[in-house]
């Protein structure tokens, strides 16, 4: 997850109505089973109650618990979800970018970002069929080129079309210097589109 050589065990938790104690307790008992990186996916709503959580977290400097890596992940983002600096103030280390294949639209959000020294990650598909591609432009209002879903409609072999797509995608983030990725992969034939994305140099 998130970078190709990623090792350490993440511990993904959604704030929900979860009482803020008790959220506490679940990342003490993470970092005891060795979990060194926390991933919080949560709504507008519960931002203030992130930022006490990590900044409690933080400031506990009798045991290794101040060392976990916290980081938090955006559904949608806008200038009203650019409050990067009272995360950082808090104790956040990255910030998780939402899925969407037109990323000019985050160098903003990037530049303010590395400007107060937070990592940038940013989420990235791969579709296994055109049929994918329509799902995600109707109901999860993904911006997906029209041009990817014809490619992929005319070819004998829609992964490698968007294989192809992901490859130049991700080419284009590195560009954007991001710190790495969040890849979200379909169950089948996972260790080939790694293998493609990551190993492939054509």
Known sequence: MLIKD????????NLDNRDINVAISNIYTANELGVKTVLFFSEK???????????????DLTS??????????????????MFFSDLKIAGFDFILLPENYEPSIFIPFIQEAKSLDLSVFIKLGVFLDAQQVKFAQKFLNLNIPDELLKDMKDSENQLNVSLKFAKEYLNFLSILEIDG????????????????LFNNSN
């Open 6 to 13: 990623y090792k350490n065990l993440i511990y993904e938790i």
């Open 64 to 81: 290794d618990i101040s060392n976990i890596c916290f980081g938090l992940s955006f559904d949608e983002i806008t200038e009203d979800t």
């Open 181 to 196: 990725l969040f890849l979200i992969l379909p169950d089948e034939k996972n260790l080939l589109i790694k293998k493609y």
């Open 45 to 59: 709503d519960d931002y203030e109650d992130l930022l006490d959580i990590v900044s409690e977290i933080k400031s």
